[in-house]
């Protein structure tokens, strides 16, 4: 704009000043080698002003040449990006419905000139895994890291597809890396919970319970499960390692509000069952009993094997005194009866069991203590009585 500006300029002032020169237009002589040119002043005034007029001009026309190459490329590059995001919406329709061949093909197809191409290589590693490629997942997952644009979009990927093929150590360390930067993300605190699980690393997934219910990614309840699952297993895991002095050592340890639960008591009972510490599991029972007549307590008594149950059978009998209609309390009295050889007595308490609700396993022992009492007729009758309950209804 400046440029015709001028070149404006100019030709109001030489038609301006032109009349004036006309009469005295004086002389001008160029001498360059050899070569001289002689023109007055008026004509070297309009050479110039038509020189600048030819530079315009020209400029103008370059502009307009580049101008006009740019929008090609840009027209071709505006294709080529087009057709990218078409083969990527159908790549990732094909992984949506499993074509996991024709998804990989598609994606990487439309890689090159796509406007997210770490989504296309996210994608293509979900469809090899798909078919089996471990390798070329791995490779996909490479080139998405190369970006660099989200490194943690790209590990999750990574952590989610090696979870799924069972490589549950490489997804753990795929994770790891991760918690300190996102402490709160949900999908990964969900994905490490997991990985713990199939891992049975239980004291880690004891760790990452509080980030977990800090960021609500479980449940109250599938809190509490979550807990009791991983001191139940840890327990094994010491008792596996330690033995029994070990597991109550480490049992000891815990804050009194956990060894006041009934369900962890539970844990630790079996756990010193099995391994043949049936005195000291047979003690713990009988301290918490004051406190927690728990059922499922109490329904470990009589799996406990002791070299006298009378001590057992009064502490139940004393439970008896505060419950009297509790269907698992006469039942553990009258299998511990039962292995006394006091069929009478077990017989009243797995009739009292019955009479208040029905339940095979207490069908079965009291069928086999009318055995024992020699009355096969009432035995038979009580068993197709037992049949007919542990059979489904048909309606």
Request: glycine share 6%; hydrophobic share 45%; proline share 3%.
């Amino acid at each position: 704009m400046i440029k015709i500006l001028l070149l404006v300029i100019a030709l109001i002032a030489g038609l301006i000043v032109g009349p004036d020169l006309a009469g005295n237009q004086g002389y001008v002589l160029i001498s360059a080698a050899n070569q001289t040119i002689e023109m007055s002043v008026s004509t070297l005034i309009i050479l110039v002003v038509f020189a600048f007029a030819a530079l315009f001009i020209l400029e103008w026309l370059i502009r307009k040449i580049f101008s006009l190459s740019s929008s090609t490329r840009g027209w071709f590059s505006g294709r080529k990006s087009k057709k990218a995001r078409a083969l990527t919406n159908d790549g990732l329709l094909k992984l949506l419905e499993g074509d996991w061949k024709q998804s990989e093909k598609l994606v990487m197809k439309g890689a090159a000139h796509s406007d997210a191409p770490l989504l296309n290589y996210l994608a293509a590693a979900e469809a090899a895994q798909g078919r089996g490629d471990v390798d070329s997942r791995d490779r996909y997952l490479q080139q998405a890291a190369d970006f660099g644009t989200d490194r943690l979009a790209t590990s999750l990927t990574r952590a989610k597809l090696q979870f799924r093929q069972g490589q549950y150590e490489e997804a753990l360390a795929s994770l790891q890396g991760l918690v300190d930067a996102n402490p709160r993300n949900p999908i990964l605190l969900n994905l490490l919970k997991d990985t713990y699980l199939q891992l049975q690393d239980w004291q880690a997934l004891l760790r990452l319970m509080p980030s977990l219910k800090r960021v609500k990614a479980v449940t109250d309840s599938e809190a509490e499960k979550l807990e009791l699952k991983a001191e139940c297993g840890l327990m094994a895991h010491i008792a596996t390692q330690k033995g029994s002095d070990g597991l109550l050592a480490h049992w000891n340890s815990l804050s009194r509000a956990a060894r006041q639960q009934p369900k962890l008591i539970a844990c630790l009972v079996k756990q010193l069952i099995s391994r043949h510490a049936d005195s000291e599991a047979y003690i713990i029972l009988r301290e918490n009993l004051k406190k927690h007549p728990d059922e499922n307590l109490i329904s470990l008594v009589p799996e406990l094997k002791l070299p006298d149950y009378h001590p057992a059978i009064l502490k139940l009998q004393d439970l008896l005194r505060y419950n009297e209609n509790n269907p698992v309390t006469h039942s553990a009295l009258g299998q511990l009866y039962f292995r006394e050889g006091k069929w009478t007595e077990a017989r009243t308490h797995f009739e009292k069991a019955l009479e208040i609700r029905p339940d095979v396993t207490d069908y079965a022992w009291l069928v086999d203590t009318l055995e024992k009492l020699n009355e096969s007729g009432a035995a038979n009758s009580l068993s197709r009585e037992a049949l007919k309950l542990a059979l489904p209804h048909k309606e």
